[in-house]
């Protein structure tokens, strides 16, 4: 019975994560969500105090992929570039591939009253981030700074172009809208040769 239950929550959260994807948070509903995951009308509400908590734990999840994304590109050494660059090679990237996750996480278009599990999620990626500024600075790839200063500079730069390809598209967030995932790389380098020690 327990598997049952672990199993009809991760149908819940998929059949969510779809319906966001494909329409936003407006797109989603419990009834919504119940019916794509074909369960009964009452069990999304038996998984999730409301809609919500539903999009919390959407959020916390593409959140922690999003790091684990940063993670992974930071990792790969055979890549030809800093670390700094391929991590925000990647957040972006993933912003553009997920854009109503994003902008459900930190766009602003639907605000929602986070449960703790998107707090701690929260954390953690900022958490990261933080590291990854320290580290930039100390491998001279980034300005010199109060890192609660050039943190956030940082991540205005990269929420930035994570939007503009929003923005660029007419604010549409249909595939093939806006730039290509081949202008990214310039892009990118444009923007992080400003943040670049002199």
């Known amino acids: 019975m327990q598997e049952t239950t672990r199993d009809t929550r991760r149908t819940l959260i998929d059949a969510a994560s779809a319906l966001l994807a494909q329409g936003g948070p407006a797109h989603v509903t419990l009834r919504a969500v119940g019916t794509a995951a074909d369960v009964s009308r009452t069990a999304p509400y038996r998984h999730f105090r409301d809609k919500d908590d539903l999009l919390s734990t959407v959020a916390a999840e593409n959140l922690?992929?999003?790091?684990?994304?940063m993670q992974r590109a930071v990792a790969d050494t055979a890549a030809d570039s800093t670390p700094l660059y391929r991590a925000c090679l990647a957040y972006v990237r993933v912003a553009w591939e997920h854009p109503n996750h994003y902008r459900l996480e930190f766009g602003g278009d639907y605000t929602i009253n986070p449960s703790r599990v998107l707090w701690d999620a929260a954390n953690e990626f900022t958490g990261y981030f933080h590291e990854l500024v320290v580290e930039a600075q100390e491998s001279n790839t980034l300005i010199a700074g109060d890192v609660r200063e050039v943190g956030p500079l940082l991540w205005v730069l990269l929420h930035g172009l994570a939007m503009s390809n929003h923005l660029v598209a007419?604010?549409?967030?249909?595939?093939?809208?806006?730039?290509?995932?081949?202008?990214?790389?310039?892009?990118?380098?444009?923007?992080?040769?400003?943040?670049?020690p002199r």
């Open 64 to 69: 922690a992929f999003l790091r684990a994304e």
């Open 170 to 196: 007419d604010r549409s967030c249909g595939p093939g809208t806006g730039y290509s995932a081949a202008d990214l790389p310039r892009v990118l380098a444009l923007a992080l040769r400003n943040l670049a």
